[in-house]
């Protein structure tokens, strides 16, 4: 069986990851806690293939990435790419972003979820890649208890459900990264890895 490792230090995206990795019959393996690799990319896509292309060259195997945030459009795509460093915890990164939306005084509170997905090989080449968009809403107050990171405060309107009250297989079928997992299975399913 294949062995692929999953190159995030994550606990709520490593969940999710593995969930839409499970149908391949993959061996997957967590990445070692001590295998940092540095985010110098200025795009999401470019983070994912910097994480694992590290991750697979690190460990002469082949490595899955994902590199994913959160675009508030009043606040010129802030956090983005700095989504995990915003803060640090989960709580006052949520704060953090409401008093920003809050200061900033207008009433557009539209906002996108963005995932990139990075396969590479044991030599550390990218062999797929894609990037998954979510629209939605910043709520004024969290809602919800499902998920992780921003969920409770991202809202979609076509559901009218914030992420966190939205059950594991409707965040799934909705979000980013679910978007970009469905575009990458079909590739993914026919790559031949041993
Ligand atoms: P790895 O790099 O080890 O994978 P990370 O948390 O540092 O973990 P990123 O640099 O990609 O990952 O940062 C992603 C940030 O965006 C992080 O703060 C997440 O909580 C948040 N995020 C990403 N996807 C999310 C989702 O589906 N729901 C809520 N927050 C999410």
Redesign the pocket.
């Known amino acids: 069986m294949p062995t692929v490792i999953v ?4 606990p ?3 969940k ?1 990851m593995q969930g839409y990795l499970d149908p391949l019959g993959w061996q997957l393996q967590l ?1 070692p806690g001590d295998l ?2 540095e ?1 110098t990319g200025t795009t ?1 896509l470019a ?2 293939r910097l ?1 694992a292309a590290g991750v697979a060259q690190a460990l002469g195997q082949w490595a899955i ?6 675009e508030v459009h009043t606040l010129g795509g802030a ?1 983005g ?1 700095y ?4 803060a640090d915890s ?1 709580q006052a ?1 949520i704060d953090r972003l409401l008093q920003e939306l809050a200061d900033s005084g207008g009433c557009d509170r539209s906002a996108q ?1 963005v ?1 990139a997905l990075a396969l590479a090989n044991p030599n550390g080449e990218i062999m797929l890649e894609t990037e998954g968009i979510c629209p939605g809403e910043i709520l004024t107050a969290p809602r919800g208890s499902g ?5 409770p405060i ?1 809202y979609v309107p076509t559901l009218n459900r914030s ?1 966190a009250e939205m059950s594991s297989a409707e ?1 799934d079928a909705n ?3 679910g978007i970009a997992f469905s575009q990458l299975l079909p590739a993914l399913a026919k790559l031949s890895i041993d």
């Open positions: 190159a995030t230090g994550n709520g995206k490593l999710e990445k940092d690799i985010e999401f983070n994912a994480k990435a994902d590199d994913s945030g959160l956090p790419i989504s995990a460093r915003y989960d990164r979820f995932c998920g992780f990171g921003y969920d991202f992420f965040k979000s980013h990264r």
